[in-house]
């Protein structure tokens, strides 16, 4: 889902979907150590790097979370606590050369190191998920789903939209290109105020986050289309400047490649925040979240679906 560019965006903001509505060879499988998180209610969640053995047993949903720049699976740390507590599994992906994994080699982790983390991860559950991903995050999570669409039950674009095949992140974000050193695209100075961001989690994001590979921003996504016929979700948050309005604009172009917008099992949510909701607002993301697993929200024309 593109939309016009807007100056002066935080560079994980909306900026980096300006054309679509929004957004080397695969290293060696391996299986890192998970890392579990405790909610507030003591039910656990699995953060993991790429791949891990995940606790089976009864539950509603699974949740795979994949975040935006500069961040691991930490970022949705209090939304997949609060996953966990209703009852739902939540994986918090940390994609190779971020968060925990910040030691590895930028210089060899590309976009397709990134799918294939992300594909890896789907292919470890034995039932369908809802694939969440958040800004930069709809790159590897759409070529992964791409690939495997018969393990994702809906695909949630947290303030993003889709990217059309052969399109790069720095097609629409050229800056990132001026911003890299070194193999990596050092993290910014801060989160602009306008996010609404508390100010112990602003704390959290400049401890936590870590630059970001460059060749993730620079490889072109490769897609077939398999993954237009999975049920989307989109939720907009409305500081950032992405809204239902823009998606009805752009659906009304006549444009092939928005018609997706209108298409029944199509949803969407608008959250009063900026381009940070986990950080911002986790309850009312989680809450969008788990809706979105049973086909609720908006249609493109505002009108309740699925309650």
């Not at 935080?10 to 900026?15: E, K, T, V």
């Not at 918090?92 to 590895?104: F, I, K, V, Y």
């Not at 992964?144 to 993003?160: C, H, Y």
Request: charged share 20%.
């Amino acid at each position: 889902m593109p939309r016009p560019d807007r100056p002066g965006a935080h560079p994980n903001g909306d900026r980096d979907r300006a054309a679509p509505f929004h957004r080397e060879a695969a290293e060696p499988a391996r299986l890192p150590e998970a890392r579990t998180g405790i909610s507030r209610r003591r039910r656990s969640y699995v953060r993991t790097g790429s791949t891990a053995e995940i606790p089976k047993g009864s539950i509603m949903t699974t949740f795979l979370l994949v975040p935006g720049l500069f961040m691991g699976g930490w970022a949705w740390d209090a939304v997949a606590a609060e996953l966990s507590a209703r009852g739902h599994r939540a994986i918090a992906l940390t994609l190779p050369g971020l968060g925990e994994r910040a030691g590895e080699d930028a210089a060899a982790i590309g976009l397709a190191a990134h799918t294939d983390a992300v594909s890896e991860a789907l292919a470890a559950q034995d039932t369908g998920v809802v694939l969440v991903a958040h800004s930069y995050g709809s790159f590897p999570a759409l070529a992964a789903a791409d690939r495997q669409p018969e393990k994702v039950e809906r695909v949630v674009f947290v303030d993003t939209g889709f990217p059309e095949s052969g399109e790069a992140v720095t097609t629409s974000m050229p800056h990132l290109a001026e911003m890299a050193e070194d193999h990596v695209i050092p993290v910014p100075p801060g989160i602009d105020a306008v996010h609404g961001v508390p100010d112990d989690e602003l704390a959290r994001h400049r401890r936590l986050a870590t630059p970001h590979p460059f060749r993730t921003v620079t490889e072109p996504i490769e897609l077939t289309g398999n993954w237009r016929t999975i049920p989307t979700t989109g939720v907009f948050c409305l500081a950032n400047g992405l809204s239902l309005e823009v998606a009805r604009f752009l659906h009304g172009t006549g444009a092939p490649q928005y018609a997706k917008l209108a298409e029944p099992g199509v949803t969407y949510f608008e959250l009063n925040t900026g381009h940070y909701p986990m950080l911002s607002t986790p309850h009312e993301l989680t809450d969008a979240l788990v809706r979105a697993s049973a086909g609720e929200g908006l249609d493109l024309w505002g009108k309740e679906v699925g309650s």
